[in-house]
């Protein structure tokens, strides 16, 4: 309602075309008071959304549930707090992480990692991004603990890519492609990690196996129709030995545990689609408490 009502005052401004100079000063003026208190509202509505969300369903009260768990430094979601409990829990080994699809390098799933003392591999194939990965990860870049690659993954290439880094044995594995994450995926399951966050399409119902067919030259129009839906993950991980233990409470990511390390002790089963799936909550998704911090912490 609100971002409608942002929107809404934004095309009045532009509808209006016979106004003085000094009007539009005025006019624009106060837009941007009134469009900078709306964004500090959604930003309380999305946080007061989420508490009612947690105290709505006993789920998240087991203390084995990973879905609302606390910590947003980097990530988009609270996916930090997230992966942060899972390690707690299943421990790790080489402290390296793979991320397909890193972006900007200030909003992912490993930069927390990176600057705690691990390393790993970087994807990204838009340019600007790139730009600014190598702008602000210059220190990390240059002693090696950050491998950083400015290409489009496909099925083709992801494994050299990888193999080239010389991560191979990593911890953690993040991707998150939009339109072919499944099949990417697929191909970076021999290098068994203890844990996987994949990007998942919660439009599909919990119980419905969709996949959208491998197309290289494919990305995300927009719409309900990309990657995979969490049951069709749950399949695949199944499959490749990794069982399904929680999705972060917006309904973006979806965590992927390998299955030597996965009891019901540690986290709340079955392991399927119907008991983890949260449904997409993207209107609800912001950063929470200060901005992030974009340069690395060295520098």
């Given at each position: 309602?609100?971002?409608?009502?942002?929107?809404?005052?934004?095309?009045?401004?532009?509808?209006?075309?016979?106004?003085?100079?000094?009007?539009?000063?005025?006019?624009?003026?106060?837009?941007?008071?009134?469009?900078?208190?709306?964004?500090?509202?959604?930003?309380?509505?999305?946080?007061?959304?989420?508490?009612?969300?947690?105290?709505?369903?006993?789920?998240?009260?087991?203390?084995?549930?990973?879905?609302?768990?606390?910590?947003?430094?980097?990530?988009?979601?609270?996916?930090?707090?997230?992966?942060?409990?899972?390690?707690?829990?299943?421990?790790?080994?080489?402290?390296?992480?793979?991320?397909?699809?890193?972006?900007?390098?200030?909003?992912?799933?490993?930069?927390?990692?990176?600057?705690?003392?691990?390393?790993?591999?970087?994807?990204?194939?838009?340019?600007?991004?790139?730009?600014?990965?190598?702008?602000?990860?210059?220190?990390?870049?240059?002693?090696?603990?950050?491998?950083?690659?400015?290409?489009?993954?496909?099925?083709?290439?992801?494994?050299?890519?990888?193999?080239?880094?010389?991560?191979?044995?990593?911890?953690?594995?993040?991707?998150?492609?939009?339109?072919?994450?499944?099949?990417?995926?697929?191909?970076?399951?021999?290098?068994?990690?203890?844990?996987?966050?994949?990007?998942?399409?919660?439009?599909?119902?919990?119980?419905?196996?969709?996949?959208?067919?491998?197309?290289?030259?494919?990305?995300?129009?927009?719409?309900?129709?990309?990657?995979?839906?969490?049951?069709?993950?749950?399949?695949?991980?199944?499959?490749?030995?990794?069982?399904?233990?929680?999705?972060?409470?917006?309904?973006?990511?979806?965590?992927?545990?390998?299955?030597?390390?996965?009891t019901q002790d540690l986290f709340v089963a079955p392991f399927t689609a119907e008991q983890h799936?949260?449904?997409?909550?993207?209107?609800?998704?912001?950063?929470?408490?200060?901005?992030?911090?974009?340069?690395?912490?060295?520098?």
């Amino acid at each position: 309602m609100l971002a409608k009502m942002k929107q809404h005052l934004k095309e009045v401004m532009q509808s209006i075309k016979y106004i003085q100079p000094d009007d539009t000063r005025h006019f624009s003026a106060e837009f941007d008071k009134i469009s900078e208190r709306l964004d500090r509202v959604l930003k309380l509505k999305s946080g007061l959304y989420i508490d009612l969300i947690k105290e709505s369903s006993s789920k998240y009260t087991d203390e084995r549930c990973i879905s609302a768990a606390y910590g947003q430094v980097f990530s988009q979601n609270n996916e930090d707090g997230i992966i942060s409990e899972i390690f707690r829990r299943i421990g790790c080994e080489s402290k390296t992480f793979i991320e397909i699809a890193a972006g900007d390098g200030i909003e992912n799933t490993t930069r927390l990692l990176l600057e705690t003392g691990w390393s790993g591999l970087w994807v990204e194939a838009g340019d600007a991004e790139a730009n600014c990965i190598r702008n602000l990860m210059r220190t990390p870049i240059g002693d090696g603990r950050l491998v950083f690659v400015n290409d489009k993954v496909t099925i083709d290439n992801v494994e050299a890519m990888v193999e080239k880094s010389g991560f191979v044995t990593p911890d953690y594995v993040s991707v998150d492609i939009d339109y072919n994450t499944s099949h990417i995926w697929r191909k970076l399951m021999r290098f068994r990690p203890r844990l996987f966050c994949i990007e998942y399409n919660g439009h599909f119902p919990p119980s419905m196996p969709y996949e959208v067919p491998y197309r290289e030259d494919r990305a995300w129009a927009g719409t309900t129709k990309f990657g995979a839906s969490l049951k069709a993950l749950e399949l695949i991980g199944a499959e490749h030995g990794y069982c399904l233990v929680g999705c972060d409470i917006f309904g973006v990511n979806a965590f992927f545990v390998r299955a030597d390390l996965c009891t019901q002790d540690l986290f709340v089963a079955p392991f399927t689609a119907e008991q983890h799936y949260e449904p997409p909550r993207y209107t609800a998704v912001t950063m929470r408490g200060h901005g992030r911090h974009p340069p690395f912490a060295e520098e």
